[in-house]
């Protein structure tokens, strides 16, 4: 369930950042476009899982001299990646460039944190009026 919740989360945080320039998403209606969506979440998602933790560890003095800025240098890459790889699989998802591709990942990471924390905020709200 966690992770259902986590790629719907990310499909709002990517769809937040088709409303930057740089950032397109295609598709003629909705129902094409949330599917797009979703299949981006997913690729991004695995891209993530796949590749920044050995980001991470081949950057982690860039990581401590930057003060962890350098993390947004990571993400801009990983999402550029993923628009790559959805170009791949022809899905209408496309990042300009490296710029689009920083301020979108920024984007994701603002919109994705804030989501996560009322959902957590949601399931303690909960756990708590059970044990009420």
Same mark, same amino acid.
């Given at each position: 369930? !966690?992770?259902? +919740?986590?790629?719907?989360i990310?499909?709002v945080a990517? $769809?937040?950042?088709?409303?930057?320039?740089?950032?397109?998403?295609?598709?003629?209606? %909705? %129902?094409?476009?949330? =599917?797009?969506?979703?299949?981006?979440?997913? +690729?991004?998602?695995?891209?993530?899982?796949?590749? /920044?933790?050995? #980001? /991470?560890? =081949?950057?982690?003095?860039?990581?401590? =001299? %930057?003060?962890?800025?350098?993390?947004?240098v990571?993400?801009?890459?990983?999402? $550029?990646? !993923?628009?790559? =790889? #959805? *170009?791949?699989?022809?899905?209408?998802f496309?990042?300009?460039?490296?710029?689009?591709?920083?301020? *979108?990942?920024?984007?994701?990471?603002?919109? @994705? @944190?804030?989501?996560? *924390?009322?959902? &957590? &905020?949601?399931?303690?709200?909960?756990?708590?009026?059970? &044990?009420?």
């Open positions: 369930m !966690t992770v259902l +919740v986590h790629v719907l990310t499909m990517v $769809w937040v950042t088709t409303l930057l320039p740089g950032i397109t998403l295609g598709g003629q209606d %909705t %129902t094409a476009q949330v =599917l797009t969506l979703l299949a981006v979440s997913v +690729v991004f998602g695995l891209v993530n899982v796949v590749l /920044k933790p050995i #980001a /991470k560890t =081949l950057g982690c003095l860039l990581y401590v =001299l %930057t003060l962890g800025l350098f993390g947004l990571v993400n801009a890459l990983l999402l $550029w990646l !993923t628009s790559y =790889l #959805a *170009g791949e699989l022809k899905l209408p496309h990042v300009d460039g490296f710029w689009s591709a920083f301020w *979108g990942a920024l984007v994701i990471t603002i919109v @994705s @944190s804030l989501l996560h *924390g009322v959902v &957590r &905020r949601t399931r303690v709200g909960e756990e708590q009026q059970y &044990r009420g």
